[in-house]
């Protein structure tokens, strides 16, 4: 079982199963509910375990909630499988109920080259980083809890009314889990994925945040790194909604993943 993500095996073939942990979960008190990013890492938590393989790129359509001590059925189901890459699917329910379907790509071809073209801007180290205050963090021991954020640009967790909305949508985060013995991977990154929202109230200039429509995710190379760097770009806010993407790099630049998503745009009092 994975550290973070406690997916594990049932006695049906291709079948997983989670019981939500209230750590995992946002929202107010009396309404936990499991953390979009969570979601996603669990599929892929199963689906890798399934097939053996990496995940390469994978896609979650978030469809209803699922609440802190709900059992989760996770079932896989790979209808094609090659000599290098597997494609699956991953169906997510809370007993009738369909919580989150993901689609994904896996596997690795040997020999291949390696190049990087996107750069990792120019930031404060970690340690020269402020806080990122969580103004709209309701339960001490939430999904919240269980990280380290640090504002490298922007202007995180203001108040509504105190920053002025940022001109090109860009904010920075230094991210890395409280648990200092948990690795950094491929679900902690889809994890982190999810934090995009929280660049909704940096671009507007106010507190506010969103709730994850999707969120599709795309893995490169992978190097040790005590925090990673999430680059978060709010496209457009409109009707409700917003469109963003992230990057995420490790400490010497190299990008380990890009993610992007579409969400309710929620401002909070």
């Not at 504002?151 to 200092?180: C, H, M, Q, Y």
Request: aromatic share 8%; with cysteine.
């Amino acid at each position: 079982m994975h550290p973070f993500i406690p997916v594990e095996p049932t006695d049906r073939p291709g079948h997983y199963r989670m019981t939500v942990p209230k750590n995992l979960c946002v929202g107010p008190p009396d309404r936990l509910f499991m953390f979009g990013g969570v979601g996603l890492a669990s599929a892929l938590a199963a689906v890798e375990a399934h097939t053996g393989r990496p995940t390469v790129w994978a896609a979650a359509q978030y469809l209803s909630y699922a609440r802190p001590g709900t059992e989760l059925d996770l079932e896989v189901i790979v209808p094609v499988t090659g000599k290098y890459n597997s494609q699956a699917r991953v169906i997510t329910r809370a007993g009738d109920q369909e919580i989150i379907t993901v689609n994904a790509a896996l596997g690795s071809r040997p020999d291949s080259p390696h190049h990087q073209w996107a750069v990792m801007p120019a930031v404060p180290p970690p340690e020269d980083c402020p806080e990122m205050t969580i103004r709209w963090q309701r339960d001490p021991d939430d999904m919240n809890s269980q990280w380290d954020r640090r504002v490298a640009a922007g202007s995180f967790g203001r108040e509504r009314g105190k920053a002025p909305p940022a001109t090109d949508g860009i904010g920075r985060l230094w991210v890395r889990p409280s648990n200092p013995d948990l690795p950094i991977d491929r679900l902690v990154l889809a994890v982190m994925a999810d934090f995009l929202p929280s660049g909704v109230g940096n671009a507007l200039g106010a507190n506010a945040g969103g709730n994850s429509l999707d969120n599709t995710i795309r893995y490169m190379n992978f190097v040790p790194t005590e925090w990673v760097l999430a680059d978060i770009r709010i496209h457009a806010v409109h009707a409700g909604f917003a469109h963003g993407r992230l990057h995420l790099f490790a400490q010497d630049g190299t990008l380990l993943a890009t993610a992007s998503q579409s969400l309710i745009v929620r401002i909070h009092s």
